[in-house]
């Protein structure tokens, strides 16, 4: 029997790969666990490490305030992150990193079991949908597969260095918004 339990326990004694050695706090995620939307980003920062919690930080904030765009609050969404634990000052994580991980992904994805999953930015979509996907060309497009809707934005922390990019992530946001009424009709 899968339970939040086992998965938690699971991800506080991992040591499949070396960022467990520089870890504050595990960041499993947040949010409501029977939601049919998750949002996954690619790993905890400095503030999500010290709090436990994912996308607190700067681009936390950002998120929030994304998703009120939308009509939608933290509390009506599930957040999580590819690797649970904070890689060192916050650069991207490497690829074993996210395939230590990837399993408790999918745990996750199964305890969840979302309709929809938001990958924000390239770290994400590229272990999520596709290993060679493009955020500047591929965002805002739905992918369908095992029963799942896919589509990556820009991630928050892309958004606060570069504000250009804003507009695409709102035409993103729409989308997921219709999407996400959709889902919620059938």
């Given at each position: 029997m899968k339970t939040w339990?086992?998965?938690?326990?699971?991800?506080?004694?991992?040591?499949?790969?070396?960022?467990?050695?520089?870890?504050?706090?595990?960041?499993?995620?947040?949010?409501?666990?029977?939601?049919?939307?998750m949002f996954v980003g690619e790993g905890p920062g400095e503030q999500e490490d010290l709090q436990g919690q994912p996308f607190v930080g700067p681009a936390g904030k950002l998120l929030d305030k994304m998703l009120g765009a939308i009509d939608m609050k933290r509390e009506d969404v599930y957040i999580t992150n590819i690797v649970k634990c904070r890689p060192p000052y916050n650069r991207d994580p490497k690829e074993e990193e996210q395939s230590a991980c990837m399993n408790y992904l999918r745990y996750q994805l199964k305890l969840i079991e979302p309709k929809i999953i938001v990958c924000l930015?390239?770290?994400?979509?590229?272990?999520i949908i596709s290993p060679d996907f493009k955020i500047t060309s591929q965002h805002g497009i739905?992918?369908?597969?095992?029963?799942?809707?896919?589509?990556?934005?820009?991630?928050?922390?892309?958004?606060?260095?570069?504000?250009?990019?804003?507009?695409?992530?709102?035409?993103?946001?729409?989308?997921?918004?219709?999407?996400?009424?959709?889902?919620?009709?059938?």
């Open positions: 339990e086992i998965l938690e326990g699971a991800c506080l004694s991992c040591k499949k790969c070396p960022l467990w050695e520089t870890r504050t706090n595990v960041v499993v995620g947040t949010g409501n666990k029977n939601s049919k939307i930015g390239r770290i994400a979509a590229k272990a739905w992918y369908e597969k095992k029963g799942y809707y896919f589509i990556a934005t820009y991630h928050p922390s892309a958004l606060l260095r570069d504000p250009s990019k804003k507009y695409h992530a709102w035409e993103d946001l729409k989308k997921i918004r219709d999407k996400y009424l959709e889902m919620n009709n059938l």
